[in-house]
């Protein structure tokens, strides 16, 4: 069990999102960084979907109530266990009793609590992630407060023993962690009405820095900067839109669709942010600047790819290394 003395800014339950719904209008939801709950999954032992507590800005602080094996990834917003920093993007031993907090963030403003055995809460449509704005998913559909307790799934001995040895000072520790940035240059390929903008803003999206709005959430943040505007004005038909859509909506300013986007969208888009480079733009904080470099489709798919490859490596190498613990 876990008990929340402080709910933080805003800690939700998240998996990788509810998918197969869209066409129903049902918004897809999940981590807003992917590749670190992931990551912090894969370091418990858990699967990559297992659910996760997304903490923003402020971490929450939280008793454990039993033993546990937790890792964190994503933001550095300054973890303490009884006072004692706790290092990110490794596997942890929480002795019960013990207390998790957060201090001011260092880098990123997202971090992922990934604890072995997994967040145990329903599934609504497959999936446990939860969705503010409908109420639904997570814990009772809203975000934690004080006093909440959440279970947590037990786990088999084999893989404690395993868990206990990977997290022994005798073993280091490398995971490919991204290199979060006030200012990052995300890759995007050209979207599909990049041909309906005027040749300035054609320009623009790409020579120009874009700051992250304070009215900026998980469905989208909206972005400051040069207006961008079509050649002549035109009516288009809604579409379906996707995590790292870039529209542009008649006041000029860009907006990029995260994980609570909705399902379509009628606002013309000028680009689509590479996959691989979504977590740099999850982590952003308001106010903080973003540059979009050009990439083409196959690029993008490319880099999805060997990203792809790295995960599965650090997935073979915690395998290991758990091995040679039992």
């Not at 990110?88 to 963030?105: D, Y």
């Not at 947590?152 to 023993?161: D, K, M, S």
């Not at 709005?213 to 961008?228: I, N, P, Q, V």
Request: aromatic share 8%.
């Amino acid at each position: 069990m876990l008990k929340i003395i402080k709910s933080g800014l805003q800690t939700t339950v998240q998996d990788l999102g509810r998918f197969g719904f869209q066409k129903y209008g049902v918004i897809a939801s999940g981590a807003m960084d992917p590749f670190a709950h992931r990551i912090a999954n894969l370091l418990v032992g858990n699967g990559e979907n297992a659910a996760t507590f997304e903490m923003t800005m402020t971490g929450a602080t939280i008793e454990f109530q039993q033993d546990a094996f937790i890792a964190l990834c994503g933001g550095d917003l300054s973890p303490q266990i009884d006072g004692t920093d706790l290092k990110m993007w490794r596997p942890a031993f929480v002795k019960e009793g013990s207390v998790l907090k957060f201090g001011a963030p260092r880098s990123g403003c997202r971090a992922y609590l990934a604890v072995a055995g997994g967040i145990d809460v329903p599934e609504l449509m497959n999936s446990k992630s939860t969705y503010l704005r409908a109420g639904i998913g997570g814990f009772h559909g809203r975000a934690l407060q004080a006093g909440d307790i959440v279970p947590v799934n037990l786990i088999p001995p084999q893989l404690t023993a395993s868990l206990l040895h990977t997290t022994g000072n005798g073993v280091e520790w490398k995971t490919a962690a991204p290199r979060y940035s006030s200012e990052p240059v995300v890759r995007m390929m050209k979207g599909r009405q990049f041909e309906l903008f005027n040749r300035e803003s054609q320009s623009y999206i790409f020579s120009e820095a874009f700051a992250v709005s304070s009215h900026s959430d998980r469905m989208g943040y909206r972005l400051e900067g040069t207006r961008l505007a079509l050649e002549e004005p035109k009516e288009l038909i809604s579409e379906a839109v996707s995590f790292g859509s870039i529209q542009v909506p008649s006041d000029g300013n860009p907006i990029i669709l995260l994980a609570d986007r909705q399902t379509t969208g009628g606002y013309p888009k000028i680009g689509q942010v590479a996959a691989v480079d979504l977590p740099l733009v999850s982590q952003l904080k308001p106010g903080e600047r973003i540059r979009f470099k050009e990439i083409s489709v196959a690029e993008a798919h490319q880099l999805y790819l060997d990203q792809e490859t790295q995960i599965r490596q650090l997935k073979v190498g915690i395998n290991l290394k758990r091995e040679a613990g039992k």
